[in-house]
């Protein structure tokens, strides 16, 4: 068999800085072929840097000029269904990037296209792979933490917004924070969790700082006039095995620290907590905490393509099963239904 012929949508900053590292460590099983982008210089640059024979400024003329086994999306949130669904369609496997899509239809969709092509789709939930999530999963399983039943999941930062409209313009992000950071945090927790079903969900949005001219974006300005999703959310969900979890994502709020992006389970047996891997229990009326002394270094990024690609080779489902997706985006969906009614959402 030759090698996986791999195309990239998008050659932004996450497919320059991280799928491409991914791709080089997979290099003996496949060659990326071919890079879209609708910035021409931009694709050119990238095709030229990283050698790439196939350019394009649109994914279709991509699909229609290139035998593709796989198709790496990386454009901003609006455009992964299309591009998905029309990958799909044209008999690639597809691994794209978080959110998988900006609603629950569109990933009903995607996911439909992949089946009916017998196809294999898989969202880039990047912090899964990761050394420390590894590490936190190996607990979980092992039963230390005993019955969870609650998860208390933070993506909040003091002074960071994203500068690229693909996360401040609703019509392309499809979201805030939730959409760009929280959904890395709950899909994180929700694996942990064991994915139970969410039933209800309940949620306080809005934008309370990301409009004024005296707050400062360590990472530069933002157009004030363009931002028009949330920049601060809280939502707690209820599971159908009665557990709970609580989400708070924000890009600006007046806390602390300039960022924390963490999960804390609380269990039966045991509390423990991402990424700082410390266990809190009591053995025999004695209370102890633990530390992890070791994890593994893994690249999220290089290893959700690896685990992808050895999914495609050795036909196995994937490792971010797209129905855990499909249940994060719903949560995630129903966060700005139950904001916008200021009451709780329940999920069919
Ligand atoms: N996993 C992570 O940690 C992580 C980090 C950053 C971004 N992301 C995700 O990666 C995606 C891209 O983010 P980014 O930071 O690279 O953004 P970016 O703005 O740097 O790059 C996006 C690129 O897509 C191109 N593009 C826009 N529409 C297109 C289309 N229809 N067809 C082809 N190309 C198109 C843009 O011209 C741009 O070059 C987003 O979905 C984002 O949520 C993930």
Same mark, same amino acid.
């Given at each position: 068999m030759g090698k996986l012929r791999v195309a990239i949508a998008g050659s932004g900053g996450i497919a320059r800085g991280a799928h491409m590292r991914g791709w080089q460590a997979v290099a003996d099983t496949c060659d990326v072929v071919a890079c879209c982008d609708v910035d021409e210089k931009r694709v050119k640059a990238f095709a030229t840097d990283f050698k790439i024979p196939g350019v394009y400024t649109d994914f279709r003329r991509m699909l229609a000029g290139e035998k593709l086994d796989i198709v790496d999306i990386c454009t901003p949130n609006k455009f992964h269904s299309p591009i998905s669904v029309a990958a799909s369609r044209a008999g690639a496997h597809v691994i794209c990037e978080k959110p998988l899509a900006t609603s629950t239809k569109e990933v009903e969709g995607m996911i439909r296209a992949a089946e009916k092509s017998k196809r294999l789709l898989m969202c880039a939930?990047?912090? %899964?792979?990761n050394g420390q999530a590894q590490t936190m999963k190996n607990i979980v399983d092992a039963g230390t933490?005993?019955?969870?039943y609650y998860c208390r999941a933070q993506a909040i930062r003091r002074r960071f917004v994203p500068t690229a409209p693909g996360f401040i313009k609703k019509a392309l992000s499809g979201g805030g924070p939730i959409y760009d950071i929280g959904v890395h945090i709950l899909d994180l927790s929700y694996w942990l969790m064991g994915a139970p079903k969410p039933v209800t969900v309940s949620a306080m949005m809005g934008?309370?700082?990301?409009? %004024?001219?005296d707050i400062i974006g360590m990472w530069g300005e933002w157009d004030r006039k363009m931002y028009d999703v949330e920049d601060f959310a809280v939502g707690m969900i209820r599971f159908d095995n009665g557990a709970a979890l609580t989400l708070e994502c924000s890009f600006l709020l007046n806390m602390k620290e300039h960022e924390r992006f963490a999960t804390s389970l609380f269990g039966t047996e045991a509390g423990a907590n991402y990424p700082e891997l410390e266990v809190h229990g009591e053995t025999n009326r004695v209370l102890y905490d633990q530390k992890v002394s070791y994890v593994p270094q893994m690249s999220g990024h290089v290893e959700e393509i690896k685990s992808f690609v050895d999914s495609v080779i050795n036909n196995k489902p994937v490792a971010v099963p797209p129905e855990q997706t499909l249940q994060v985006i719903r949560m995630l969906e129903a966060m700005y239904t139950s904001a916008e009614k200021k009451a709780e959402v329940k999920l069919r």
């Amino acid at each position: 068999m030759g090698k996986l012929r791999v195309a990239i949508a998008g050659s932004g900053g996450i497919a320059r800085g991280a799928h491409m590292r991914g791709w080089q460590a997979v290099a003996d099983t496949c060659d990326v072929v071919a890079c879209c982008d609708v910035d021409e210089k931009r694709v050119k640059a990238f095709a030229t840097d990283f050698k790439i024979p196939g350019v394009y400024t649109d994914f279709r003329r991509m699909l229609a000029g290139e035998k593709l086994d796989i198709v790496d999306i990386c454009t901003p949130n609006k455009f992964h269904s299309p591009i998905s669904v029309a990958a799909s369609r044209a008999g690639a496997h597809v691994i794209c990037e978080k959110p998988l899509a900006t609603s629950t239809k569109e990933v009903e969709g995607m996911i439909r296209a992949a089946e009916k092509s017998k196809r294999l789709l898989m969202c880039a939930q990047s912090t %899964r792979f990761n050394g420390q999530a590894q590490t936190m999963k190996n607990i979980v399983d092992a039963g230390t933490l005993g019955n969870i039943y609650y998860c208390r999941a933070q993506a909040i930062r003091r002074r960071f917004v994203p500068t690229a409209p693909g996360f401040i313009k609703k019509a392309l992000s499809g979201g805030g924070p939730i959409y760009d950071i929280g959904v890395h945090i709950l899909d994180l927790s929700y694996w942990l969790m064991g994915a139970p079903k969410p039933v209800t969900v309940s949620a306080m949005m809005g934008t309370f700082l990301a409009k %004024r001219h005296d707050i400062i974006g360590m990472w530069g300005e933002w157009d004030r006039k363009m931002y028009d999703v949330e920049d601060f959310a809280v939502g707690m969900i209820r599971f159908d095995n009665g557990a709970a979890l609580t989400l708070e994502c924000s890009f600006l709020l007046n806390m602390k620290e300039h960022e924390r992006f963490a999960t804390s389970l609380f269990g039966t047996e045991a509390g423990a907590n991402y990424p700082e891997l410390e266990v809190h229990g009591e053995t025999n009326r004695v209370l102890y905490d633990q530390k992890v002394s070791y994890v593994p270094q893994m690249s999220g990024h290089v290893e959700e393509i690896k685990s992808f690609v050895d999914s495609v080779i050795n036909n196995k489902p994937v490792a971010v099963p797209p129905e855990q997706t499909l249940q994060v985006i719903r949560m995630l969906e129903a966060m700005y239904t139950s904001a916008e009614k200021k009451a709780e959402v329940k999920l069919r």
